[in-house]
């Protein structure tokens, strides 16, 4: 019985992993080593502003040992969504770590690299011709969207990792990627079920997350069969059961019986979770079925102005029992100094944790309750010293604000911090999460050769 | 004879988590299929809109995933993951309404 093992080091590149649970998992021969090195997850600033939500250090950490490991034995090393949000600046940070890592390691491979950027003319035109789909609860997209974004990335299936593999390639930097496609396109190029790798896949790009007790930093072995897979962590501390790896199957999706990605959909009404020994469990009956017609998930942010913060606490009970009236006293004072500047073209906001500073408009029990309570005023406007402006006005109002029955007339804020206000830059939203129809799983996402010879073209 | 336990009690697992930029998913799994299945017709899209005082039009999807005990809803974000005025980007701790949920077991 033939099978294909593909070790997942870490839940995303820089996680880091220990090295005991990496040499574990290359002493099991693996036929690839894949990591999924991005997320939405930590908001839209990070794809737009073309910045990585990980630390360089930490990133090479992990990839020179992966890319020693994988020129050793001479197995494919893929990487998917460089940089964390996959478009060209990120996919260039990532290039250069790994050149970094060549030239001081002496290592020798053909590097793949593969873009994700969508053209802005051709979404546009994709638009007229209505082949972008909405993602409800999204909204239809606008021209304006498309044009007021600063990166837009579709997410590739395995096809284009499928071709690196075909040219030859022996490591593939992967722009936004579908997360299981790193793992699985060597299986499925192979001619492994697509249902079963993609799976295997969804559940191997968290690493050990899927493993009790859970780790995002630590490695896991996949091991794919004709009929099933078998998932083991390797840290002899964790092991999977069937309903971590079940339980997993939930994380971060809507609904775990479906999940749609490039191309069609992995249908788990007939997956079999069984535990085969202690640590491993045996997945059957994932299927694929292919959408009628090939859709790729594209993601955009845009920039909204700038963001100023200002971090203080309020310890006086008589402050906390009147601080609605108080702040809309200082909102209007706010207004009022700065008349010549319309409200509407910049947003102020006051966080009250105690209150409803975690939940906000869900808070079902928007009450403080406690003897204190956190307060973040944030101004976000058109340029950073417009946010600095409004930030530092409502900051020094709401610290002498005279309020009915005030007995602490030196202040009413206790400020963390000398400054008290901070520049948190250029604020992004996410613009575009939305469906594009391509006939070709490759042609929006161009590779190129590179000859790696100890970090020199 | 059933008793009145606390969520909190037998539950396992009680998340919140992103499920993309513009949902919410919500996740209590239980230990064992006998727990779970008590608990199925218990912890419903009613509940959920109500503990949540949200309209079920805005919930967008409910599961009973049997192969992990599990019961699954996703509400759509009131707003969008690091929007203005957006106060959980990774949306993990929008779960703790779930807590105060009473079950007859």
Aim: proline residues 7%; charged residues 25%; contains cysteine.
């Amino acid at each position: 019985m033939r099978e294909m093992r593909v070790l997942s080091p870490t839940a995303i590149l820089g996680y880091g992993f220990p090295l005991a649970s990496f040499e574990a998992g290359m002493a099991r021969n693996p036929h690839v080593l894949a990591v999924d090195a991005g997320s939405t997850d930590p908001g839209p600033y990070y794809l737009g502003a073309g910045v990585s939500f990980t630390d360089r250090f930490a990133v090479k950490r992990d990839l020179e040992l992966m890319l020693r490991a994988g020129r050793e034995r001479k197995i494919p090393v893929i990487i998917g969504t460089a940089g964390g949000s996959g478009a060209k600046p990120h996919l260039e940070w990532n290039l250069e770590i790994i050149r970094e890592i060549a030239r001081e390691q002496g290592l020798k491979f053909r590097l793949a690299v593969i873009g994700s950027d969508l053209d802005k003319d051709f979404l546009l035109k994709e638009l007229e011709n209505g082949k972008l789909k909405v993602l409800p609860p999204g909204k239809p997209l606008e021209r304006q969207d498309i044009e007021a974004s600063t990166y837009i990335v579709g997410q590739m299936g395995v096809e284009p990792i499928i071709k690196a593999l075909d040219s030859g390639a022996e490591v593939i930097l992967a722009g936004r990627a579908y997360d299981p496609t790193v793992f699985a396109a060597l299986a499925i190029k192979a001619g492994y079920d697509r249902g079963l790798a993609l799976h295997m896949g969804k559940i191997l790009e968290c690493a050990s997350i899927a493993a009790l007790p859970g780790s995002g930093s630590d490695c896991m072995l996949g091991t794919l069969r004709e009929d099933h897979f078998l998932l083991e962590p390797l840290n002899p501390e964790r092991k999977c059961t069937t309903t971590s790896v079940a339980a997993h199957t939930l994380y971060e999706k809507t609904n775990p019986y479906s999940l749609p990605g490039p191309g069609g959909v992995i249908d788990l009404h007939q997956a079999r979770f069984e535990q085969v020994s202690e640590r491993v469990v045996k997945v059957s009956g994932s299927r694929f079925i292919p959408g009628d017609m090939y859709t790729v998930k594209i993601e955009g942010a845009k920039p909204i102005g700038f963001r100023t913060v200002s971090i203080a606490g309020a310890r006086d009970p008589i402050f906390i029992s009147n601080i609605d009236s108080i702040l809309q006293g200082v909102r209007a004072r706010v207004t009022d100094n700065f008349s010549h500047i319309p409200p509407e073209s910049y947003y102020l906001q006051f966080h009250i944790y105690g209150r409803n500073g975690v939940m906000g408009d869900l808070e079902p029990d928007p009450v403080v309750k406690g003897h204190e309570v956190g307060i973040v005023i944030e101004a976000v406007a058109p340029a950073q010293d417009q946010a600095n402006t409004i930030c530092s006005f409502a900051r020094s109002t709401l610290l002498h604000y005279g309020y009915p029955g005030r007995l602490s007339t030196a202040g009413n804020l206790a400020f963390l911090y000398s400054p008290s206000d901070f520049k948190a830059g250029a604020v992004f939203r996410f613009s575009i999460h939305h469906l594009v129809e391509v006939d070709d799983p490759c042609a929006p996402f161009p590779m190129e050769l590179l000859e790696i010879q100890g970090g020199e073209l | 004879m059933s008793k009145r336990v606390r969520l909190t009690e037998v539950a396992s697992v009680v998340r919140s988590k992103n499920a993309g930029p513009y949902e919410l998913t919500l996740d209590i799994i239980f230990p064992d299929p006998e727990t779970y299945r008590r608990a199925k017709g218990q912890i419903t899209p009613e509940l959920i809109a109500r503990l949540y005082r949200i309209p079920q039009s805005k919930i967008i999807a409910y599961v009973e995933f049997d192969p992990a005990y599990a019961i699954k809803a996703t509400i759509e974000r009131p707003r969008a993951s690091g929007d203005l005025g957006e106060t959980d980007v990774y949306g993990a701790q929008q779960h703790a309404p779930l807590l105060g949920i009473e079950l007859e077991l």
